[in-house]
């Protein structure tokens, strides 16, 4: 007697596993641009406070509410005098030249392709310095305190220019020619700047010297306010362009190809670079390498996309150069270290280090 066939088991069906919650990663974007603004708004208030005269944070926090109707309180008459007419418009400052930095530096690297370009590198701050040192040398006031940032901004322009048209050969712009013709662009504005520094009278001679080593002493609130047009539509119109600088990054042709008009591009983004770093000089004197630090901090930590790496710049540039500010003015107390000097401290060894890197992946420059 044989066996009967054994019926198939039918196998059960899985049970769905239930769904769960979406889950939302936070992106490093998201907490980079988090982090800068907590660390921006610390330092500010700490700059606001720290200082010969110092004043606890809860008063800096307490008076600016007060003058926004916001509560909190009125310090006293010295305490609102030093914090209103000395540290605000100095943080204030800071915050628009270091933004005005970053972003440039942004823009610049986009605009010319390599990791290199930075206005001070390509001489476009000390062609503004030459304007800004002409105005005060040559005691030029035909715009009144407009008069220092126009010149400052047609020389810086100019300058910008004539690099960009050098530099340009066969449709491309070469790394090599850039630096060369940076460092050619920024001997001759040295020697231009001395020529000034020759017929000038011993108080503009002063006044030239400590403007040249970068330093926000002098910040008052009409500085503020000749700087503020410039900063305001050059950080305005800047992250407007990030969509087309990711394509130029693909290259001219594939640029083309997708729609963007390569030159025309160029120039804007030249003359947003000009706007921005001209002001920046004019009120602040040559501080360099922030445009060239910042960006690539934050390409290291996030990648080369543009619509973040243009606003996170100019965020970023204004957390250095307040924490630069603030570094100034209290590590030699109650001397004043120049802020130009300690940017140039720091900066120098990182473009060093760039340039080894860049010269290590690429296989030598020739």
């Known amino acids: 007697m044989t066996a009967a066939p054994e019926a198939p088991v039918q196998e059960a069906a899985p049970k769905e596993a239930p769904a769960l919650p979406p889950t939302r990663r936070r992106s490093p974007a998201y ?18 406070g720290v200082g010969a005269y ?48 970053g972003c440039a530096g942004a823009l610049m690297q986009g605009v010319f392709g390599n990791p290199l370009a930075e206005p001070g590198v390509i001489g476009i701050s000390s062609g503004a310095a030459v304007g800004a040192v002409g105005a005060i040398a040559l005691g030029l006031n035909f715009f009144g305190n407009w008069t220092i940032t126009a010149c400052a901004f047609v020389a810086g322009l100019v300058t910008v220019l004539v690099v960009y048209v050098l530099s340009r050969s066969g449709g491309r712009t070469e790394v090599v020619t850039l630096i060369l013709t940076g460092i ?50 050059g950080l305005g119109v800047a992250p407007f362009f990030a969509r087309k600088l990711d394509l130029l990054a693909l290259g001219e042709r594939p640029a083309r190809h997708l729609g963007v ?87 120098s060894p990182f473009f060093f280090w760039l340039l080894r890197r860049t010269r290590q992946r690429q296989g030598g420059w020739a």
């Open 261 to 347: 008009d390569v030159e025309r591009l160029r120039v804007v983004l030249v003359l947003v670079v000009a706007l921005l770093t001209a002001a920046a000089v004019a009120v602040a004197g040559i501080i360099t390498f922030v445009g060239l630090l910042v960006p690539h901090l934050l390409r290291m930590a996030n990648g080369p996309g543009h619509r973040f790496l243009v606003p996170a710049s100019a965020l970023g540039g204004a957390v250095v150069l307040v924490a630069g500010d603030l570094a100034a003015r209290t590590v030699a107390a109650p001397a004043e270290l120049p802020l130009g000097v300690l940017t140039a401290l720091f900066g």
């Open 31 to 48: 907490l980079l641009t988090a982090g800068l603004l907590g660390a921006l708004v610390v330092l500010c208030l700490v700059s606001a």
């Open 184 to 233: 050619a662009v920024n001997a001759f504005a040295g020697a231009l700047i001395g020529l000034f520094i020759f017929f000038a009278d011993n108080a503009q001679i002063s006044q030239i010297t400590f403007w040249q080593l970068g330093s926000l002493a002098q910040a008052t609130w009409p500085k503020v306010l000749a700087v503020l047009p410039c900063a305001v539509v």
């Open 54 to 101: 110092d004043i606890p944070l809860g008063d800096v926090v307490g008076s600016v509410l007060h003058r926004i109707g916001l509560g909190g309180g009125e310090l006293d008459r010295v305490g609102e005098s030093v914090l209103w007419n000395v540290r605000l418009p100095r943080v204030v400052l800071a915050l628009l030249v270091g933004g005005s930095l």
